[in-house]
């Protein structure tokens, strides 16, 4: 079956870079393209960005242009959200998610990790 | 960027209740509409893609409905679980793009 699971929690001070990992299992990994959404406290969702773990393209919302970078290992199946520059409003859940079917097109997120909080406080 | 617009942004049911969502983009996308359910603390749970394709395993008493700019989101009986926040997201273009969310609340 399939499962992402994600790294821990983080506290991190402003200024500062966050990297949460998400590792795949049941399937294989360069089929499917993964996302990555966040969920600041009490909001709605946001989406971030895209990365094929085949070939490693990636798309980022312009909103996070030159902060994040979206990388995979295909070794140990792990696709990797780093952000920098960390301010108070980066405070959120961070969810990968993997979509249903291997369309490069697809955004129907049918698998999601369990989500890591990023907490950032001086 | 594709906007979608949920209403209401809440709502008060009670167990067997009819529930409708919905959900309006800024721009036509077809039947590219998901929509999702997320409990306290969990992640968001796929329920439908396409408009109308409820997915495996999701029961029966969930439907939807809508094309171009006008979506819908209907719960025909309300159960115990059905207490949620529910999103709509488009899948037409990049970004994919998220609805505020519809709290659905115990009357």
């Known amino acids: 079956q399939v499962q992402l699971v994600q790294s821990g929690a983080e506290v991190k001070k402003p200024g500062a870079s966050v990297r949460v990992s998400c590792k795949a299992s049941g399937y294989t990994f360069t089929t499917y393209y993964f996302h990555w959404v966040r969920q600041a406290p009490g909001q709605g969702l946001e989406w971030m960005g895209l990365i094929n773990p085949g070939g490693a393209a990636t798309t980022y919302a312009q909103k996070f242009q030159g902060r994040v970078t979206l990388t995979r290992d295909t070794s140990t199946s792990t696709v990797y959200l780093d952000l920098s520059s960390l301010t108070s409003e980066d405070t959120a859940v961070y969810y990968c998610a993997r979509v249903a079917s291997s369309s490069s097109v697809d955004k129907d997120f049918e698998y999601w990790g369990q989500g890591t909080l990023v907490t950032v406080s001086s | 960027d594709i906007q979608m617009t949920q209403s209401p942004s809440s709502l008060s049911a009670s167990v067997g209740d009819r529930v409708t969502i919905n959900c309006r983009a800024s721009?036509?996308?077809?039947?590219?509409v998901n929509w999702y359910q997320q409990k306290p603390g969990k992640a968001p749970k796929l329920l439908i893609i396409l408009a109308s394709n409820l997915r495996s395993g999701v029961p029966s008493r969930f439907s939807g409905s809508g094309s171009g700019t006008d979506f819908t989101l209907t719960i025909s009986s309300l159960q115990p679980e059905d207490f949620a926040t529910y999103y709509c997201?488009?899948?037409?273009?990049?970004?994919?793009?998220f609805g505020q969310g519809t709290k659905v609340e115990m009357k």
């Open positions: 721009q036509s996308i077809s039947i590219n």
């Open positions: 997201q488009q899948s037409y273009s990049t970004p994919p793009t």
